[in-house]
């Protein structure tokens, strides 16, 4: 138990921290710790989460996504037209958002892999083609999705919020196998050193092609969440998404410098982004002050999680890690 505590301390840490802030949100909500409170909160915190995954794909392989929050306004103004009308048509809709998704991801990996660009470059690049689509789509907010298949996906089943059973079906039933898949490996050999990983013989390009692809497809699936609980579309929604998507991820232990981090720790940084966003609404703090603080946070993860980087004498120690 200590060993795997001692090989996952930074996800560990992370969620420690959750359990303190969710456990002190609940204590001085209003309105107790009931269902109703929490299903919000997770409702909110998923769809930050789903973007943190996506963010975190890129970051693995030592890239960034600015494209986050643009797919999701994409796929969340697509939505807003598909995933309506029979039970046949939602399924065809929801997989036809999800394509779109996964297809922005493969466009950002292509221009990455085979036009050699800096991925902050390209998809700085790929989210204003991206918001324009969605513009064009719905120039102002409407649209409408199914209200029924909504309120099943942002609600709860016997008092669990249907978005912490998906959040528990994505760690279980998506990260866990893949991480033990040669894609999960290769994804930190990617990050850790791509020239390294090249001659180890594995598919390099490959693995980065995918990578992007899978944050595309997880950016789709913030987006497709988002719709669930707003029921309309927006195309104004990306730019908060793709920053906080960055912070989530440091704030859950991935390094900036690639190779190292989980799914599962961006997960708890979304979730704390979002208790602590929920902690300052009624804490009384002016709203305005509230990206202040965000950005402060985000300014202190990102030093503590430089700072092993500094403590190494020999950067090829970093590597070794």
């Not at 309105?31 to 963010?55: K, R, S």
């Not at 103004?77 to 493969?106: E, N, P, T």
């Not at 791509?194 to 497809?217: C, D, H, N, W």
Request: proline share 4%.
């Amino acid at each position: 138990m200590r060993d795997l505590l001692r090989a996952n301390q930074r996800e560990a840490f992370a969620v420690l921290v959750l359990g303190v802030l969710v456990t002190f949100y609940l204590a001085t909500h209003p309105a107790g710790p009931t269902t109703y409170v929490i299903t919000i909160w997770a409702n909110q915190a998923l769809i930050l989460a789903l973007a943190a995954i996506a963010q975190f794909f890129a970051v693995i392989v030592r890239g960034i996504d600015l494209s986050v929050g643009a797919v999701m306004a994409l796929t969340n103004c697509v939505a807003s037209y598909l995933v309506i009308g029979s039970g046949l048509d939602m399924a065809f809709g929801i997989i036809a958002v999800l394509l779109v998704g996964a297809g922005c991801g493969l466009l950002n990996g292509l221009l990455v892999v085979y036009g050699r660009i800096q991925p902050i470059v390209v998809t700085l690049a790929t989210a204003s083609l991206f918001v324009g689509v969605a513009l064009l789509l719905r120039p102002t907010p409407g649209g409408q999705i199914d209200y029924d298949f909504a309120d099943a996906m942002t609600l709860d089943v016997f008092g669990i919020p249907t978005a912490l059973i998906i959040t528990a079906a994505v760690i279980g039933l998506i990260w866990v196998p893949l991480r033990r898949t040669g894609l999960g490996l290769g994804l930190y050999a990617v990050g850790s050193s791509e020239q390294a990983a090249f001659q180890s013989g594995m598919p390099v390009t490959k693995i980065r092609l995918a990578s992007f692809t899978l944050g595309g497809l997880f950016a789709g699936m913030a987006g497709l969440y988002f719709s669930f609980v707003t029921t309309t579309g927006d195309a104004g929604i990306g730019p908060n998404f793709t920053l906080n998507s960055i912070a989530a991820v440091v704030l859950g232990g991935v390094a900036l410098r690639g190779g190292v981090g989980t799914l599962t720790g961006a997960i708890a940084g979304a979730f704390i982004l979002k208790t602590i966003g929920a902690l300052m609404f009624f804490s009384g703090l002016p709203p305005l002050a509230q990206p202040f603080v965000e950005g402060l946070i985000l300014a202190t993860a990102i030093a503590i999680g430089g700072a092993d980087v500094l403590r190494v004498k020999n950067r090829l120690e970093v590597f070794g890690r």
